[in-house]
Nanobody, 125 residues
């Protein structure tokens, strides 16, 4: 069992930055891929970014490439999402998810085993 808790969301002006964190607990010493997704009102949940279990591979949605950076701190069992040059269209609830058992494509939310509760990001124009 893994518990994920997101933090760091808030209200920011367009062009600003936020750093989201996803703290994991429940399986100390276990490493697994982690993804970030987001869901805007009235829209489907969409893939944002993903980092491999050992941190040597990252993938981003085209919409955030060059602006967002995903990283992980093994000592703190935390995955971060640094978001720069934020745009109003980045407004959404952001979720982190862990892929422990499922080996399907990391682009699809159904292939993740554990989810956090989400954190709201609002970008004002």
């Amino acid at each position: 069992q893994v518990q994920l808790v997101e933090s760091g969301g808030g209200l920011v002006q367009a062009g600003g930055s936020l750093r989201l964190s996803c703290a994991a607990s429940g399986r100390p010493g276990s490493y697994y891929p982690v993804g970030w997704f987001r869901q805007a009102p009235g829209k489907e949940r969409e893939f944002v970014a993903r980092i491999s279990w050992n941190g040597d591979s990252t993938t981003y949605a085209d919409s955030v490439k060059g602006r967002f950076t995903i990283s992980r701190d093994y000592a703190k069992s935390t995955v971060h999402l640094q978001m720069n040059s934020l745009k109003p269209e980045d407004t959404a609830v952001y979720y982190c998810a862990a892929q422990l058992y499922n080996t399907g494509s990391f682009y699809f939310q159904n292939n993740y085993d554990y989810w956090g509760q989400g954190t709201q990001v609002t970008v004002a124009s």
